[in-house]
């Protein structure tokens, strides 16, 4: 089990993804919204918490069930297809903190604008700390002489969230970096992320595609011709 508490400054929004989320297409911003992209992202740099916890464990595959040492245990033709030359997957959780849900909270009841430029921040921010848990995770893979597989969340495709709930279990996620789960499993915080990583013994490239996500065929980007991942 591998857990990291980052200081903010290690981590960097990126104003280009923040525009994509806004779906904002003008090259030209304008001053106000220039003003609130940078407002919202110092903000979130000063109240983040960024943490996030990784484990790996063993793959056992038969008949499209996928089991992590008994700790989770995943019914998905997509995984197994995804896994197919895998014999361990990391798993990992991480989270920005509850200092911006309560933030998101506020402006979507004071400033529906600032609300909706500071959501599209923190999720730029959350994509950015994935990013360094998988490089994280790429390293020891590496290390290991394997490939890695492009990271795969509970929502996408035939893998259902109610498996959030398991997840955080297997990885101590609620002690380590006070991540739970609703009743719905809904992550709590909202701006928090669950994936699966696995560590592939071939040379195939493993290239993310809209194809995985499960918002295929209805998603406002796709059908503008733009891809998000």
Known sequence: MSVRYLNNNLIKIDKTEVLRYLRYKNKNIDENTNKLLDESIAELMEISELKYVFRIFSLKKENNN???????????NDLEKLFKNCKKSAVMAATIGFEVERKLRYYSMADLSKAVVFDACAAACIEALCDEAESEIKKIAENEGYN?????????????????????IALNAQKLIGLTVSDSSILIPRKSVTAFIGFDESDEIHKSSCLNCSLFGNCVFSKEGEKLC
């Open 66 to 76: 996928i089991s992590f040492e008994a700790h989770i245990n995943i019914k998905s």
């Open 148 to 168: 890695t597989t492009f990271r795969y969340s509970p929502g996408y495709g035939d893998v259902p969230i109610s498996h959030q709930g398991e997840i955080l």
